[in-house]
C-alpha cells in the first residue's frame, strides 16, 4: 500500500485585511502556492488559498461579501493572475490592484459569471 502523499492538511480561517500579510508569510516561509479556489456560499464568496511545503498542506480559507474586492496576490506569488482572473471572470469576484487583470477577458463565455448566475 502506497503512504498518503500528503499527510496533513490545515484550513486556517482568516479575514480580508490579513490575506495579503498572511501571503508574505507563506512566501517567507518556503510555501508553494498550490492553488486558489472559490465557491458560492451565502455570505458571498469563499475563497480558499493552498500552499505546500514538505508534504503539508496550509489551505487559508477566506469568506468576502460579492460587492467586496479582494487584494491581489500577484505582487507575493506571480502566477496568481491566473487564479484571480479565472474568478473574476467565472464567479465576478472583485479584486484589487492585480498585476494583470484580463478585465472579464480572460475565458470567453456565453454569459457573464456563468458560475454565480444570479449576477
Not at 72 to 77: A, D, H, L
Request: proline content about 5%; some cysteine; aromatic content about 12%.
Amino acid at each position: 500500500m502506497t503512504e498518503a502523499l500528503y499527510r496533513i492538511q490545515n484550513f486556517v480561517p482568516i479575514q480580508a485585511s490579513e490575506l495579503l500579510n498572511k501571503v508574505r508569510d507563506m512566501k517567507s516561509d518556503g510555501q508553494r502556492l498550490g492553488q486558489i479556489c472559490c465557491t458560492k456560499v451565502e455570505e458571498g464568496f469563499e475563497i480558499l488559498y493552498s500552499f505546500d511545503k514538505d508534504h503539508v498542506l496550509t489551505n487559508l480559507r477566506l469568506t468576502v461579501p460579492e460587492d467586496e474586492a479582494v487584494q491581489s496576490v500577484t505582487g507575493v506569488y506571480w502566477p496568481a493572475f491566473i487564479y484571480e482572473n479565472e474568478m473574476q471572470d467565472l464567479f465576478g469576484v472583485k479584486f484589487k490592484n492585480m498585476a494583470l487583470n484580463y478585465e472579464g477577458r480572460f475565458f470567453k463565455v456565453s454569459e457573464p459569471t456563468p458560475w454565480n448566475p444570479q449576477k
